[in-house]
Structure formats: C-alpha cells, structure tokens
C-alpha cells in the first residue's frame, strides 16, 4: 500500500514538473500590426417605378389626369458636413414641357404633380437642374447624425390643366415631352 501511495505522489510531483518546464519553455515574439482601412462610399440614388405615363386630353378642361402614378425612391448614404437631400421634378424648358414637334407647345405651367396625396402643384419654379420657372422642388430632407444613411419615397399623380392661356385652342395633336425627376445632396 505504501508503495502506491509513493507512484501517486510520485506521479503528481512529475506532472507538477513537466507542467512548470512546459511554461517556463514558451517563446513568444514581438507582436505586429496590421494597418486596416474601410471605406463607405457616399451614395445618392434615385430609382423610378415605370419611366412613362399617358394623358388623354380633352380640349379646354382642367382634369387631365396621367394614366399611372409613378414612385420615386431616393436612397442615400452621406458623408459628414452634408445638409439636406433634395428631390425636383423639372421640364428643360417653360414653354415646351409637351409639344407636337409643328410648334404647339403645353407649357410647364400647366402641368402638374401630387407628391404623396399632397396639392397639386405647377411646375413653375427655378430650380436646381432644369430650365427657368419649369421645375418644382418635392422635398426637401434636412440631414442630421440620424438620417446620413436613410431613403425617401415620393408618389406622383400627374395632371395637364389645358383651362389656361392659348391652351383651351390646342390644336388636337400627339404631344411629348421628358419629365426629369433628380435628386441633390447639398453641403
């Protein structure tokens, strides 16, 4: 019995010696670093959901509805120091947002968008792309620490209001036009 009490003990105070010899045989070397880097790229998308809509006009009558509404998604990531996101609707032109090529024209003024079941407005303002007094400025989104990465939706019911001006004689023709839809992040 005394006998293997001591191969216990002496199998423990081996143990015990290896486990001290293995420590005390570590090598380590100095640390080194690598440098990382990442970039997000900053970003301003604007996706439409149809890219045509059609009118049937009648002669001298305000509701002339467009046959769809269009969805206008604005997507952005933004990098620090920008202020506010912008979403227009603009014409190249006031005279000749619609024509039929032979000189008859349906101005800016008399076309008109209902962004998100709001008024329905003319287009008839300067603004940031576009020609003089043929745009209208849908949003305006201020950026904070909160909305740098975010999005915005705008739904468009269109109108031609051929009530005003020559438009009530408008010569019965097939008019077209291109409707610019563009958004801006400012600093």
Known sequence: MKTG?????AVVVLAMTFAVSTASAQLNSGAQTIALNANLTESLTLNLSANAVN????AGTAANPGSTNITATTTW??????????VYAYFASAAAALTDGVGDNIPSSAFFIADNGGASTALTNTVAFGG????YQM???AITGANKNSSRTDVMAFNI????GTLPQLPANTYTGTLNIQAQATP
Do not use: W
């Open 161 to 164: 209001n051929l009530t005003g």
């Open 5 to 9: 009490t001591l191969s216990r003990i």
């Open 77 to 86: 990531v933004l990098k620090p120091g920008r202020t506010a996101v912008g």
């Open 139 to 141: 949003a305006n989104v």
């Open 132 to 135: 003089a007094n043929a745009g």
């Open 55 to 58: 009118f049937t006009l009648a």
